[in-house]
Every structure is written in structure tokens, then in C-alpha cells.
């Protein structure tokens, strides 16, 4: 049985609105999912890049208690928090590059989603970062050895019934077009790491 994670913030755990408390987490609402595939969520509303290198490494240390085996994919998000609360660009790089480096460690396939794009990137420089941090992700795939889903690219902010009221989090349609593009680079991302299973 293959098992895949996916892991980060709220637009990981599938949160409509701010304070609400509905859900469509993209890792169930796509209709993707393998059969043959153990699908759980780490996806933490709130949670930082700074916290998620060692949340990772508990859970692949931890898998197999928690999940009844090892972790073969994760797919993650994350990073919409740390820009939103002035994180240095430098430490939330760092921070991307360890989830790499801990996916690899763990010999689990890693898919970075890119940080979508939200209301707040009109203000002061906060879209620049944006879209530095996710050239980052773009760039250093092959250097860090992950597959890229462009969610910014793919989900353009103010995209027709793509994203909510508080112009942060998405709607059940947004979060099932995350899993649907997460499901088919994970699909591939999956083949390579259990061949030999």
C-alpha cells in the first residue's frame, strides 16, 4: 500500500474561510486518489515554514506508528503564514530547503506546491516576495530533487470561484483543482520511489 502525505498549513487542511470551520481539504475533495493508496492530511491552520522542517521529521520518524507504515510522497504547501508576519525571504528559503533535505533523508517523494497568490500582495512588497520565494521553488527542483506543481500559476488569484471571502484560503472547487494537480505529480513522483516495492 502506497502512502502519501499531504502537508502544511491551512491551505493544506482545506480551511474555506477564516475562522470557519468548514473544510475540503485537497487531499480528499479531488477525485484523483488512488484506490490502492493511503492518503492522510497534515495540513495545521496557521502553521509556519519555521516549525514545518521538524513537524516533518517527527512524522516520518513517527509514520509508522501513526500511519501504520512509512511515508512513500509528500505533497506540500507552505509559506503563505511566514510571508504574511514578515518572515525574512532568507529563512523561509532555508526552511523549504530542509523539507527538501528531510524528504530525501526519509527516501520519500517530495511534491512543493508554489504559494498561491492572495489579497494581500497589493500591499507594500508582499506580492514581490511572493513571487521570489516561489521562483525559488521553480528553480531549485532539480537541485533539491522534487517535483514542482505551479498552484500560483495554475490558480491565479480572483480566478472565477476559485478563491474566498477573506481572500486568503479557497473554495471547495479551488481545493479540489490543488488536489487534482497534486494527484498527477504525484503520481508519477510515486512510481520512482516505490519500484522496487
Known amino acids: 500500500m502506497v ?21 475540503y481539504p485537497p487531499s480528499s475533495v479531488s477525485a484523483r486518489a488512488k484506490p490502492k493508496w493511503t492518503v492522510v492530511n497534515e ?3 496557521g502553521d509556519m515554514l519555521a516549525e514545518m522542517p521538524s513537524r ?37 528559503l532555508n526552511d523549504l530547503r530542509q523539507v527538501a533535505e528531510t524528504s530525501s533523508r526519509h527516501g520519500a517523494a517530495l511534491v512543493l506546491m508554489t504559494i498561491p497568490g492572495n489579497s494581500s500582495d497589493a500591499v507594500g512588497e508582499i506580492g514581490a516576495k511572493r513571487a521570489g520565494i516561489n521562483d525559488f ?5 532539480e537541485e533539491l530533487n522534487y ?6 500559476s495554475a490558480i491565479p488569484f480572483g480566478e472565477g470561484g476559485m478563491y ?18 497534486a494527484f498527477q505529480a504525484l ?11
Open 3 to 23: 502512502k502519501v502525505c499531504f502537508f502544511g498549513d491551512s491551505l493544506v487542511a482545506g480551511m474555506v474561510s477564516s475562522g470557519s470551520d468548514k473544510y
Open 164 to 181: 474566498g471571502e477573506d481572500g486568503v484560503h479557497m473554495t471547495r472547487k479551488g481545493y479540489k483543482k490543488v488536489g487534482d494537480l
Open 187 to 197: 503520481s508519477a513522483a510515486v512510481k520512482r520511489v516505490t519500484k522496487d516495492k
Open 147 to 152: 517535483t514542482v506543481v505551479d498552484i500560483s
Open 43 to 45: 495540513g495545521i491552520p
Open 56 to 92: 516533518l521529521n517527527s512524522l516520518f520518524r513517527d509514520s509508522a506508528r501513526k500511519h501504520r507504515g512509512s511515508i512513500d510522497a509528500v505533497a506540500f504547501m507552505g509559506g503563505t503564514n511566514d510571508i504574511r508576519m514578515g518572515r525574512r525571504t532568507d529563512d523561509i
Open 137 to 141: 521553488i521553480v528553480g531549485a527542483s
